[in-house]
């Protein structure tokens, strides 16, 4: 009894010691065969999209963004002008004053016109009125009643007549004295003292200081190229160490028929950057499509045709795609669901199954 009570243990433990190294066969290949299903691969990236070339300069002179060249709307001599060359006004201010011997007394005979019609048509209703009283006594009749009337509506027509000519005249007496639209600065002065000026004749220019803009015309070409609010270098041509302040596109001229013209573009510049009047050039930078390509590696041809594996986060996935034409050793391919800065492999595929989980070299 003695001896088989000492081999049961000895069994017990041997079978024991089996089983803990077939678990751990067991785990090591599960390991195994895990680590061998992530496929090492080489991958190449996707070029092409949109390039941009060298920045083409156009040049332009710094404007205020806010300016007018004023001008009278009567003729004249220019008796007074209060202001000087670079002096600073504010909205109201008188500029200039034009003498013009007919305007003063037009005001007045117009007003003297009305003044009488005023009288006249006062005069009628009065007498209107003791009509109508009359009227209805009997003592007048009808037809004069209706003739005083008439009368009465024709003096109120002419009075509004001459009302109007009165503020005609008025508003052409006011146009003799020019004022400030806005508050800026006296940038030319084009006319002096005693000198005659015809209406709509240029006398001064004013530009306000809180804006400035420059304009540049650029081919039909590039009109693709640039777009309301976008935002284009500027270089100060006088200083070209200096670093280019940065303006934005406010106005785009429309195309033209005309061969050859060159359309104006509007950029409106930074506050306190540059100065009006000065020299500057103005960058546009062309921006043209270049084909999407991939290594020629890359491409897997099948019974459905040619495709990519397209990696992402660690997992490759089967990408469609249509091939142009070979440039050298890179397929150039239609983009479809491929954008420029992909990755694609290019070695590795032979075990490679859409949605692998892959280990890139």
């Avoid at 009359?134 to 009302?163: C, F, P, W, Y």
Wanted: hydrophobic fraction near 40%; charge should be negative.
């Amino acid at each position: 009894m003695s001896p088989i009570k000492q081999s049961l243990p000895f069994t017990v433990v041997t079978f024991l010691l089996v089983m803990l190294s077939l678990s751990g066969c067991r785990g090591g290949s599960s390991e195994a065969a895990e680590k061998s299903a992530v496929v090492s691969v080489r991958v190449a990236d996707v070029t092409g999209g949109q390039v941009e070339e060298i920045p083409l300069r156009f040049s332009g002179i710094v404007r205020a963004a806010q300016r007018a060249t004023l001008t009278f709307q009567v003729s004249g001599t220019l008796k007074e002008r209060p202001v000087e060359l670079g002096q600073m006004v504010k909205p109201g201010d008188t500029l200039a004053k034009l003498y013009n011997p007919a305007l003063q007394p037009a005001q007045d005979s117009a007003a003297a016109k009305l003044q009488e019609l005023r009288t006249q048509f006062d005069q009628a209703q009065r007498e209107w009125e003791r009509s109508a009283r009359l009227h209805k006594r009997g003592v007048v009749s009808e037809q004069n009643l209706e003739q005083i009337a008439a009368r009465r509506d024709s003096l109120r027509a002419s009075m509004a007549t001459a009302e109007a000519a009165l503020s005609e005249a008025t508003h052409l007496l006011e146009e003799s004295v020019l004022k400030a639209p806005f508050a800026g600065q006296v940038e030319a002065l084009l006319v002096e003292r005693d000198e005659f000026v015809s209406a709509g004749q240029p006398v001064m220019r004013l530009s306000s200081p809180l804006g400035r803009e420059v304009e540049i015309r650029v081919p039909a070409h590039l009109l693709s190229h640039v777009r309301v609010g976008m935002e284009l270098p500027v270089w100060q041509v006088q200083d070209r160490n200096r670093a280019p302040e940065t303006g934005t596109v406010i106005e785009i001229a429309q195309g033209s028929s005309i061969r050859g013209e060159l359309h104006p573009v509007l950029v409106s510049l930074p506050a306190n950057s540059l100065s009006s009047g000065e020299p500057v050039e103005v960058g546009v930078t062309p921006v043209r499509e270049s084909a999407v390509t991939v290594p020629m590696l890359a491409i897997v041809r099948d019974a459905t045709g040619t495709s990519v594996y397209r990696v992402s986060e660690n997992v490759a996935h089967r990408v469609p795609v249509k091939v142009d034409r070979v440039i050298g050793e890179r397929v150039m391919v239609h983009p479809g669901e491929l954008q420029p800065g992909d990755q694609v492999v290019y070695a590795g595929m032979t075990r490679l199954v859409d949605g692998d989980t892959v280990e890139v070299r």
